[in-house]
């Protein structure tokens, strides 16, 4: 099974793995991040920006985020595949770049919520919240240049992106850079 840079082939040629596979890792680091961080009881507590959705909310809007970024990406995979006569196909350099690029931008993305609950460093999630905001600016640039519905699939993404750095910066600045400081005195 041929590979792109970061992962195999299929992943990306097939819709539903491409949808599935960053649904589940999220959902699997959410909850390995709570079972082992206290998330819930650290969220109550923190000192919130205005503006801030209940937490019930951020499951199900990752959840289509992850299936729409997945999915962008398999229409994108498709796009910028070349089937040559002798039924072979090759990617196209884009692709190669796009496919990269995406997978990078899930690495941030699943370190997100680690830094900031896990560990309880927000300033460091916000780091990585930048970093994934201009790994996605980059992927998205190249998505819209080779392939446009790829990239207003992402655009929910990036604006939620905005958004939450919105929230990670208040939250901060809020708290004065720490999380759930009383909490682990309390331990």
Not at 42 to 65: D, E, I, S
Not at 143 to 158: I, N, S, T
Not at 165 to 170: D, E, F, I, K, S
Request: charged share 10%; proline share 7%; aromatic share 16%.
């Amino acid at each position: 099974m041929p590979w792109s840079s970061v992962l195999p082939q299929t992943v990306f040629t097939s819709p539903l793995l491409s949808v599935a596979a960053p649904i589940a890792a999220g959902t699997y680091i959410g909850f390995q991040t709570n079972k082992q961080s206290q998330t819930k009881n650290v969220y109550r507590n923190l000192q919130k920006p205005p503006l801030y959705p209940p937490a019930w909310l951020f499951g199900p809007v990752w959840t289509v985020l992850y299936g729409l970024m997945g999915f962008a990406a398999h229409h994108a995979t498709v796009t910028g595949t070349t089937v040559s006569p002798l039924s072979s196909s090759t990617l196209q350099e884009w692709t190669v770049q796009s496919q990269g690029l995406y997978c990078s931008q899930l690495v941030f993305n699943y370190l997100w919520m680690p830094l900031f609950f896990g560990l309880r460093k927000p300033a460091w999630a916000l780091a990585d919240m930048l970093l994934l905001g201009a790994n996605v600016s980059a992927l998205m640039y190249t998505w819209y240049e080779h392939d446009r519905p790829a990239f207003w699939m992402m655009v929910p993404y990036a604006a939620w992106l905005g958004f939450a750095t919105y929230l990670n910066a208040g939250v901060g600045i809020l708290n004065r850079w720490t999380i759930g400081e009383d909490e682990v005195k309390r331990e």
